[in-house]
């Protein structure tokens, strides 16, 4: 089955297969290492804040850093309020974005405190004024990224995803969890279902899509437009090429490329790409994830994480690659 490209707006995605936003982690190298491998349709920024935002530089911040490759690219915005926006989106929009997120399902507590992310979804008001005022300031395509809500309410959940859509959103991304259950419980993708069953937008399943049967398991079972992935795109950044691959008629696959030439290709893009201050704490964040490849894991994470430098920490890792093999996938 090979999933139909997904339109938000005029903005093609081909194949509906798309990044997740994901702070600290879903940066130009992240998205750089996934498009040399091919399969993903959409890149996500990591949540930016849309108040720091217009006194950033899109040449020496790290958020913003982009390069040619990582298209097409929606910047996602943390945003509390109306005023926040103008600014933020000139920004964004000098950036060359092809479109633009209202992020309102984070749910660490210094943001929630300060009205942003999932405080959203517990004030209707605010939120449809947050969506009125970014619709007016752009014509790029416009895309929320909702949870399920503080508590399972489906008439509030309901009325919250018809908000969206009436105020202007083009698509809609479903991560289909409670704000308590931060990322343990499943996801329950048949929410994904309902809201894709009750709105004429786009809706982008998200949640434990982690490998190409996962995928498709996704899309047939909730009707959605595109599958988001996250966590797992971290592990196997190759994983969007393994999915198209896998999705195609003629059902290719090939078997996948070998972890430790994943982990020195990162570490090449990251020296090139980020200063050098900012290197290390990246490195060790993506290698949280990269190390599940293994059984023996934590101690890469570890080598890594007490390392000083990102050479050193390739050093380690390299040494580490040497004795231990990857995890089959
Ligand atoms: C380390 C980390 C950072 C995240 N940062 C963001 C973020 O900046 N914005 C956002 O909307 N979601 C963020 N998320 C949530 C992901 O976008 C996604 O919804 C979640 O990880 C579930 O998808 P997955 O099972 O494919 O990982 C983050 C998740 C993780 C693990």
Not at 80 to 93: F, H, M, T, Y
Request: hydrophobic share 40%; aromatic share 8%.
């Amino acid at each position: 089955m090979k999933p139909k490209p997904l339109y938000i707006k005029t903005l093609r995605v081909d194949p509906p297969l798309v990044l997740a936003p994901m702070s600290g982690l879903s940066h130009t190298v992240l998205r750089q290492l996934v498009a040399e491998y091919g399969g993903c349709g959409l890149f996500y920024s990591e949540m930016l804040s849309a108040r720091a935002l217009p006194l950033e530089s899109p040449e020496s911040s790290t958020w913003l850093r982009r390069s040619a490759h990582e298209r097409p690219i929606i910047y996602q915005l943390l945003v509390s309020s109306g005023e926040e926006l103008p600014g933020a989106i000139e920004k964004v929009d000098a950036c060359g974005a092809d479109g633009l997120d209202l992020n309102m399902g984070c749910t660490t507590a210094l943001i929630t405190k300060r009205g942003g992310g999932i405080a959203l979804m517990k004030d209707l008001k605010r939120a449809q004024a947050i969506v009125t005022v970014s619709r007016q300031a752009t014509q790029l395509p416009l895309t929320a990224k909702i949870r399920l809500g503080w508590t399972l309410n489906w008439h509030a959940l309901r009325d919250f995803c018809l908000m969206l859509q009436e105020s202007g959103v083009d698509a809609i991304s479903v991560h289909p969890r409670l704000k308590q259950d931060r990322l343990k419980r499943p996801a329950r993708w048949e929410y994904i279902g309902r809201i894709k069953g009750l709105l004429d937008i786009p809706v982008i399943g998200n949640g434990d899509v982690d490998s190409p049967e996962a995928a498709l398991r996704m899309f047939n079972q909730t009707g959605c437009d595109a599958v988001m992935i996250g966590r797992a795109a971290v592990r196997r950044p190759w994983l969007f090429s393994q999915i198209t691959g896998w999705l195609s008629p003629s059902h290719h696959n090939e078997s996948p490329p070998e972890p430790p030439e994943a982990y020195n290709r990162f570490v090449s893009l990251l020296n090139a790409s980020i200063d050098p201050e900012c290197a290390l704490p990246l490195l060790k964040r993506f290698t949280f994830y990269f190390a599940q490849n293994y059984a023996f894991g934590h101690t890469l994470w570890r080598l890594v994480h007490n390392a000083k430098s990102t050479t050193e920490a390739l050093a380690h890792a390299n040494d580490f690659f040497q004795t231990q093999p990857a995890k089959p996938g």
